[in-house]
């Protein structure tokens, strides 16, 4: 199971937000673990991908810079830390596991969390 453990909300450009991902019920190290967002009327795509046991980290080169991964293994916790926010960033954002696939493609995600809406006012 994925669940988003902070949501989102509205924040003015230039600001921060920090969302959090708790596992529960998966193998942390045989998951890949990402996170990805969704703009109205938009396809859904990766912001930031990474690998299982950690093994790679990529970033959306939008967020480059601004977006950063983190986790907390002991609590079964991934973080995406958003910075420098951009009107652009506006969407929903959702956290998802897959145990084996391609890291950027949300279709072999097989576990996904609520989404959250993250709204970047101008």
């Known amino acids: 199971e994925v669940q988003l453990g902070v949501g989102g909300g509205l924040v003015q450009a230039g600001g921060s937000l920090r969302l959090s991902c708790v596992i529960s019920?998966?193998?942390?190290?045989?998951?890949?673990i990402s996170w990805f967002r969704q703009a109205p009327g938009k396809e859904r795509e990766g912001v930031s991908c990474?690998?299982?046991?950690?093994?790679?980290?990529h970033y959306e080169d939008s967020v480059k810079g601004r977006f950063a991964v983190s986790s907390d293994t002991a609590k079964n916790t991934v973080y995406l830390q958003m910075n420098k926010l951009k009107p652009e960033d506006t969407a929903v954002y959702y956290c998802?596991?897959?145990?084996?696939?391609?890291?950027?493609?949300?279709?072999?995600?097989?576990?996904w969390g609520q989404g959250t809406l993250v709204t970047v006012s101008s």
């Open positions: 019920g998966l193998s942390v190290d045989e998951n890949a």
């Open positions: 990474v690998g299982n046991r950690g093994r790679s980290t």
């Open positions: 998802a596991a897959q145990t084996e696939g391609i890291l950027h493609n949300p279709n072999d995600y097989h576990y």
